[in-house]
Every structure is written in C-alpha cells, then in structure tokens.
C-alpha cells in the first residue's frame, strides 16, 4: 500500500503562497524531512486555454501527474503544492498523486484589504495592477467561503515568511522521523 501526504497551501495573489511555500521546504530540508515543492501556477500556463479545458484544470492535473511520477519514482511521498485555489482543488491533486492513499493538510494563508493592496501595489506595475488586486480580493472572499471545514487558516498580515513558515510544518506534521 502506498501513502503519500500532499501539503496545500493557498490563498489570493498577495497573501505569500510562493514565499511561504519555499521557506516551507527550507524548513524541512533543515529538519531532514523528504519532500519535493511544486508551483502550482506553473502547471496551467497555456494560451489559449483548451476548448475541452477553459478552466486548465485538466491540464492542471496531467502536469502535476507527470511531475509527481518522476518524484515518486526517487522514492518521494511528500509533496508541497501552492496555488491560489489549491485547498479547493485538493481531491483533483491527490488523485494526480496516485497512491492508495493520499494524506492531505490544506492550508490557507489570508491578509487584510489593505496589506494585499500594500504588497500587490508594489509588485504589480502596468495597467493591470488594479484589477489584479481586485481579483484577487475577490479570490480571497472566494477561499473563504468554499474551503473545506479542516482548512488551517493564518493570516500573514505583519508576520514573517519564517514565523508563517513554521505554523506550516507544524499544521502538517511532517518532521524528519515521519
């Protein structure tokens, strides 16, 4: 029987995701923990989108199927994934996983109006900064509303990537004797 265990962090544009998941694996490769990393966001990036595929979810779930199995094949269990809407999309995840079992922590990181304006604001340059953030307000509201009950939630506003980081492991569980 194979087990694997998926770690989910999302959350709107702003909220840390990549910053959080890449401190994550920081963590976890200090504390000997096996594991790999994925960015979600790089897993649908075609244009146009498919016609049978105007979500790209489909897409979505081939390439982290094909990624994973190259992981899995090196003997991995453990997989981090960030993407916006990826606590809603847990059960597509785990099945790009395979396995015959699939342990699932879904993580969802927030932040006030005004800190994912303050961040985006100084990311985002262009014509496209304000409705960028709009989306993502509107993703944020989104999240919370339809994430599952056994979401872990943190907020992220005036806290460190590290401090946030460690809220992560601690959520998943995973330690380097797992």
């Not at 990549?18 to 960015?39: D, K, M, Q, Y």
């Not at 090196?74 to 809603?88: A, F, I, P």
């Not at 109006?113 to 509201?141: D, K, P, Q, Y």
Request: with cysteine; net charge negative; hydrophobic share 45%.
């Amino acid at each position: 029987m194979t087990t694997y265990e998926l770690l989910l962090i999302g959350g709107g544009a702003g909220v840390g995701k990549t910053s959080v998941g890449f401190e994550v694996s920081a963590a976890l490769r200090a504390s000997g923990t096996a594991h790999c990393l994925i960015e979600g966001d790089f897993m649908d990036q075609i244009h146009p989108a498919p016609a049978d595929d105007p979500h790209r979810s489909a897409i979505t779930e081939r390439n982290t199927a094909a990624v994973w199995a190259n992981y899995a094949a090196l003997g991995q269990r453990r997989l981090v994934y960030t993407n916006t809407v990826s606590v809603l999309e847990a059960p597509m995840l785990a099945r790009a996983m395979g396995g015959d079992e699939v342990r699932t922590t879904l993580i969802l990181l927030t932040a006030t109006e005004a800190t994912v304006r303050e961040r985006l604001t100084a990311r985002e340059i262009g014509s496209e900064a304000e409705a960028h953030i709009e989306r993502s307000l509107r993703m944020a509201h989104r999240l919370e509303a339809e994430a599952p009950a056994a979401t872990v939630r943190l907020a992220t506003d005036g806290r460190s990537v590290a401090d946030i980081a460690a809220d992560v492991v601690r959520a998943s569980g995973w330690t380097a004797d797992c």
